[in-house]
C-alpha cells in the first residue's frame, strides 16, 4: 500500500486513521485536550491565568495529601495554602532539585492506576534521574505537540518529515514494521539524526523532495548541519511551511542560515524529557509562548528570589499534568527570561523572552560520518555503578570517557559495562576507534556551569564545542 501526501490522504488521516489510532488503539485523550488548548489559545490573559490558578492549587492539594515528600516538607516548613494566594503560596516550598529526587526518591510518587511509565533525564551532575509519568501527562504532552505544530502551519495528517535520532534504529538498521505503520498512519517520516553521513545527508535532501513536506521538526544541530551540507553541495531542497528545531539553542546566525536553505519560516520549540514541551514561538516569533495550564515557570536568582520580567534567572517549572509524580518547583537547570510584553498574535499565553543553555556536540568519524553524540548517552544509564559520565572525542579515532564509580572495588562489574559499551562505540564510531576509560573522584561542570555529557575537540578546526 503506497500511501501519498495529497490533501485528500491527510484528510483521510486526520478524520478517520488517527480518531481511530488515538481513541481506540491508544485509549489517550490527546485529541480531546487539544481541541481544549486550541481554544484557550485565544482565552485572554487573565482568564488563562485563572485557569491556571485553579491547576496550580489542584495539583499542590493532591501533592500535599498524597506524596509523602510534599506531606513532610509541608509540616516542616508550616506551610499554608489556598487556592486565591496560591501564586505567593508556592514560594513557600523549597526548590526541587535532581539531587533531591535522587536522594528521595521513593517519597516523591504515588501510582494512581496502572498507567505509569518511567522517563530518565540528566543534569548538572551527569547522573541519569528516573521520573515517573502517567497517561493523563501523556495526552496533554501530545496534545502539545500537535498544538505547536499547527502554529507552524502543519494540520494533523499532513505529511511531515522528524529528524530525530534513534539509536535502536542505527543497530538494527531501520525502524521496522511497527515505525513504518505508525508512519501510514500519522504521515511522519523519521529520518535518523544521531549518524548523518555525506551519503545518508543526499538520501535525505532526496526523501524530503520526494515526501515534500509540511513540516520538518528536528534537533537544532542535526538541521543545521543539514542546511551547511545542502549549501555546501550547491543541492536544492523542497521548502517546507516551516522547520521546528528542538534539543539546541537557536542561535540568530544558526536560524538565519537554516531559513535560507530551506527558503521556510523557523520555529524554536523548548522542552525537557522532564515535563515535556514547555514553549515555542509563533508565527510572530516574538519569543516562546508557555502554555499556563500545562505548566507553571518561575525565575529566579541564584539566591532563590523571583526576578523581574525582562531579567535572566534559573528556570523553575511546576508541572500541572503529572499526578503520578508532582514536580513543584523543579530547577531544571536551563536559564531563561520572561518577557513582560503580550505578543501580538492576540493568544491568550504569556511569554519566554529567551532560553540560555543547552548545546549538543557533534562527533565525526573516520569516514567524515557525523554523528550526534547524544546517541552515547543512553549508553550509560541504568548502569549500577556508574555514577558519572563524561565522553570526549579527542581525535577521529580515540574517544577518552571519564567515569565516577558508585563504588571503586566493583571494578569487575564495571569492567563488564566497559566493554558493551566499547562496542557500541565502535559500531558507530568505527571497528579502529581506541576507547579509553578513566576513573576518576569528581566530573566538574563547564565554565558556564551546565554539565557536558559529550563534547567534540574535533569541530570547528579543532576548536572543543563547550557551552
Partial sequence: MVISSSNSVAKLRRNILLPIYWNYIRRL???????????????????????????????????????????????????QFAEDTIFNDIKKFPVLTKEIIRNHFHELYKFKDNTYYRNTSGGSTGEAVIFFQDKQYLEWANATKRLFNGWAGREPGEPMVKLWGSLRDILRGGQGFKGYLRQLISG????????????????????????????????????????????????????????????????????????????????????????????????????????????????????????????????????????????????????????EKECSCGRGFPLLEKVEGRIR??????????????????????????????????????????????????LKVVEKDFREISEVIKQIMGNDTKVEYNIINEIKPSPSGKYMYTFSKMRNEGKTQMD
Fill in 188 to 339: 511522519v517520516t523519521i529520518l535518523n539524526s544521531y549518524k548523518m553521513s555525506e551519503k545518508d545527508m543526499y538520501e535525505y535532501v532526496k526523501r524530503i523532495n520526494s515526501i515534500k513536506p509540511r513540516l520538518i521538526l528536528s534537533y537544532t544541530n542535526s538541521i543545521d548541519e543539514l542546511a551547511r551540507f545542502t549549501q555546501k553541495h550547491g543541492l536544492s531542497v523542497y521548502s517546507p511551511s516551516a522547520i521546528m528545531t528542538s534539543a539546541g539553542v537557536l542561535y540568530p546566525e544558526v536560524r538565519a542560515r537554516i531559513k535560507e536553505v530551506f527558503r521556510a519560516s523557523v520555529f524554536n520549540r523548548y522542552g525537557s524529557r522532564e515535563v515535556g514541551n514547555i514553549a515555542c514561538n509563533c508565527e510572530k516569533n516574538q519569543g516562546l509562548h508557555i502554555i499556563p495550564n500545562i505548566h507553571y515557570i518561575e525565575i529566579l536568582d541564584n539566591r532563590g528570589k523571583e526576578v523581574k520580567a525582562g531579567e535572566a534567572g534559573e528556570i523553575m517549572i511546576t508541572s500541572l499534568t503529572n499526578y503520578t509524580m508532582p514536580l513543584i518547583r523543579y530547577k531544571i537547570e536551563d536559564r531563561g527570561v520572561l518577557s
Fill in 361 to 410: 556536540s557533534m562527533f565525526r568519524n573516520k569516514k567524515g560520518d557525523l554523528i550526534d553524540s547524544g546517541v552515547f548517552i543512553g549508553l550509560f544509564y541504568f548502569r549500577d555503578n556508574i555514577k558519572q559520565f563524561q565522553m570526549i572525542q579527542e581525535s577521529l579515532d580515540q574517544v577518552t570517557i571519564n567515569v565516577v564509580l558508585k563504588d571503586k572495588k566493583k
Fill in 29 to 79: 485523550k490527546t485529541l480531546h485536550y487539544y481541541e481544549k488548548l486550541r481554544k484557550i489559545q485565544w482565552n485572554t490573559m487573565e482568564e488563562n491565568r485563572q485557569i491556571q490558578r485553579k491547576k496550580l492549587y489542584k495539583m499542590i492539594k493532591y501533592a500535599s495529601q498524597n506524596i509523602p515528600y510534599y506531606k513532610r516538607i509541608i509540616k516542616e516548613h508550616s506551610i
